[in-house]
């Protein structure tokens, strides 16, 4: 299948994005700062990896970059380790002699390496503009206000465990840690939706629908036990406080851009294409994605599958392109393709460019820590003991 059709975005390879005037004022008093000097914007790529190399090589062990697979080529090339959100920050957390901690991934990565690393380190997020929409769609006055509406309909005994996957703030991880809840990521969902029935009679799980539901579907939670929370308008429904009752699972309506671009026509044509194709899906794209699907799992599932696949094989994937490309370049024994013809890569990690990282770098080296991302110790302690609740079931 070509794949012959580029989003705009992933096209792109100057333009440096920056907060608007209005969100630069709204976060004026924390240390985000997006002005980037001009002059970085302005430098040719062969300037910035000469600059970022010398950086990195007079900084020495006192800096470590973290680069997640969603990233580009022109980032992942400096990072060193790649992983996924939690295998980073747990890197960062096994690295004491690194002081400042460079995390080319998102806001809530760079939090959560932050919660998990020693007080002394310092992360960085090279551009402060990169988010996840996803973690976006929770926020926790939403989820407070869903938490004290489902208590006052079920009651006390209602047995409410709050699950949050990896992609949130860390004060909704703080949420989980204070009320009996727990952290989770796309390896471990199913261990830890276990662990909470264990713990009580309901999840409500936060913020992405689709995990939730390709998860619980998995345990055995038949769909009509599961309702879907919309934060904008919880009641909307005339049997609302009826599927309130019958919900074993309560799932926030949230959802990844970048993986919601997946269908099943696409599966259909690659098999029609390929009859020997093997597909391969992430669990945040839709159910009857991963219902159709020959395999599903986390990022680091899908790379674990290609690595060990024989020479020959031939993979439809559906995942962000960026990690695709990577795959396809480094197995080329192996046919592999993204199942979205429309390349487009997630828009939020696009946003760290080499410039960013150059500008911090070299901040450092006059002893100037800009973007740094710092959780404060409350919400940090909270959302520590949710994250240690996940760690607990590993062991
Ligand atoms: S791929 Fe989706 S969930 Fe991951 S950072 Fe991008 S928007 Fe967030």
Redesign the pocket.
Known sequence: MAVNTECAESQETRVLPLLSPRTRAKHDLSKRNDNIPLFYAEMSGEELDRRITAAREALGERVLILGHH?QRDEIIKYADYRGDSFKLAQLAAARPQADYILFCG?HFMAESADVLSGAHQKVILPNPAAG????DMANIAEVEECWQMLEEQLGADAGIIPVTYM?SAANLKAFCGRNGGIVCTSSNAPAVIDWAFKQGKRVLFFPDEHLGRNTGLKYGIPEEQMMVWNPKDPMASDDAEEEVERAKIILWKGH????MRFSVEQIEQARATYPDIKILVHP?CRHEVVAAADLYGSTEYIIDQIEKAPTGSKWGVAT?INLVHRLAQEHPDQFIFCLDPIVCP????YRIHPAYLAWVLEALLDGEVINQVSVDADTAHWARIALERMLALAK
Do not use: D, F, L
Request: aromatic share 6%; charged share 10%; glycine share 0%.
């Open positions: 969603y998102v996840c929409s996803m973690a992609n990844c851009s970048t993986h945040e962000e997630c828009s939020t990690m």
